[in-house]
């Protein structure tokens, strides 16, 4: 599965480097999207996302598989089980000092 995500990332990375593949957003679409509080699908859909996208129709069935379950991985890993790693962080601070103020800052993605 490393070598498969290694060879996709490096095939995608010559693909932008050639001109035949654009992200599909820019830092200014993020930022506008963050201040108009339009946090919407549309920003954070699939194709659009932090986590990388192997899966694609190009590739052969026993290939898609593996992209699969990376995809899986990537997301229960680096955004689901963060999300509970901070929320689980943040409760016990507040639980530990109620009579204190607290600022958070998370990241959108």
Same mark, same amino acid.
């Given at each position: /599965? %490393?070598?498969?995500?290694? !060879?996709? #990332? &490096?095939?995608?990375? $010559?693909?932008?480097? =050639?001109?035949?593949?654009?992200?599909?957003?820019?830092?200014?679409?993020?930022?506008?999207?963050?201040?108009?509080?339009?946090?919407?699908?549309?920003?954070?859909?699939?194709?659009?996302? /932090? %986590?990388?996208?192997?899966? !694609?129709? #190009? &590739?052969?069935?026993? $290939?898609?598989?593996? =992209?699969?379950?990376?995809?899986?991985?990537?997301?229960?890993?680096?955004?689901?089980?963060?999300?509970?790693?901070?929320?689980?962080?943040?409760?016990?601070?507040?639980?530990?000092?109620?009579?204190?103020?607290?600022?958070?800052?998370?990241?959108?993605?």
């Amino acid at each position: /599965q %490393v070598v498969f995500a290694l !060879n996709q #990332t &490096l095939l995608q990375q $010559e693909s932008l480097r =050639a001109g035949s593949f654009q992200i599909p957003y820019t830092t200014e679409d993020l930022i506008k999207h963050y201040n108009c509080g339009d946090l919407s699908s549309i920003i954070f859909n699939h194709d659009t996302s /932090q %986590v990388p996208n192997f899966i !694609n129709a #190009t &590739l052969p069935a026993h $290939e898609r598989i593996t =992209a699969q379950e990376i995809d899986r991985y990537f997301r229960q890993e680096l955004i689901y089980k963060r999300n509970q790693r901070m929320g689980r962080r943040v409760k016990d601070l507040l639980e530990e000092y109620p009579d204190k103020s607290f600022f958070f800052a998370f990241g959108a993605g």
